[in-house]
T-cell receptor
């Protein structure tokens, strides 16, 4: 079992819907990440939270809105997505200054119709 | 532009043989190096990390790092069909990981 839990595992949403992806870790990590991965491509960094503060935002469209309520939880709020946003969304966590790498959750497979 | 380069493959290796996966990186100041395995439709799984020049062994896996040549490799001994996956090389040049595009490995039964 992964130590980073993501829900839901699968999500189908319309372009006018609002939905949220959730991520939870209990490893005491203080950095959490959202990645987007399209088929046959490497993960692309979207957001980094360090000590519950947004530290990196890789110019992601505003229809993606991250939230870090506490050190164990990370949400990604979705609104007015486009079909090209369909992808695997990965949450990861690490120690700050991630010298031992990231631990990934199992991901949410998102389909926008 | 900080880059991590991998041959996309597919790399086909007979079962029981040694699979050799290679990666180069552009930032000479990089400190930490990782190999992730990713099965189709699944999330990446960390299988090895290495910080120092030389070899690091864990079971059937050996990571090799040569900072002078900016080169990191992964050897998989006694390859099994379950090793068939995409292997992502990753490097930390500053405060976040940079991933290579991955090498698809196919172990032939």
């Amino acid at each position: 079992d992964t130590e980073v839990t993501q829900t839901p595992k699968h999500l189908v949403m319309g372009m006018t819907n609002k939905k949220s992806l959730k991520c939870e870790q209990h490893m005491g990590h203080r950095a959490m990440y959202w990645y987007k991965q399209k088929a046959k491509k490497p993960p692309e960094l979207m957001f980094v939270y360090s000590y519950e503060k947004l530290s990196i935002n890789e110019s992601v469209p505003s229809r993606f809105s991250p939230e870090c309520p506490n050190s164990s939880l990370l949400n990604l709020h979705l609104h007015a997505l486009q079909p090209e946003d369909s992808a695997l969304y990965l949450c990861a966590s690490s120690q700050v200054g991630p010298l031992e790498g990231y631990t990934f959750g199992s991901g949410t497979r998102l389909t926008v119709v | 532009q900080k880059e991590v380069e991998q041959n996309s493959g597919p790399l086909s290796v007979p079962e029981g043989a040694i699979a050799s996966l290679n990666c180069t990186y552009s930032d000479r100041g990089s400190q930490s190096f990782f190999w992730y395995r990713q099965y189709s439709g699944k999330s990446p799984e960390l299988i090895m990390f290495i910080y120092s020049n030389g070899d690091k062994e864990d079971g059937r896996f050996t990571a090799q790092l040569n900072k002078a040549s900016q080169y990191v490799s992964l050897l998989i001994r006694d390859s099994q069909p379950s090793d068939s996956a995409t292997y992502l090389c990753a490097v930390i040049p500053d405060d976040k990981i940079i991933f290579g595009k991955g090498t698809r490995l196919h172990i032939l039964p």
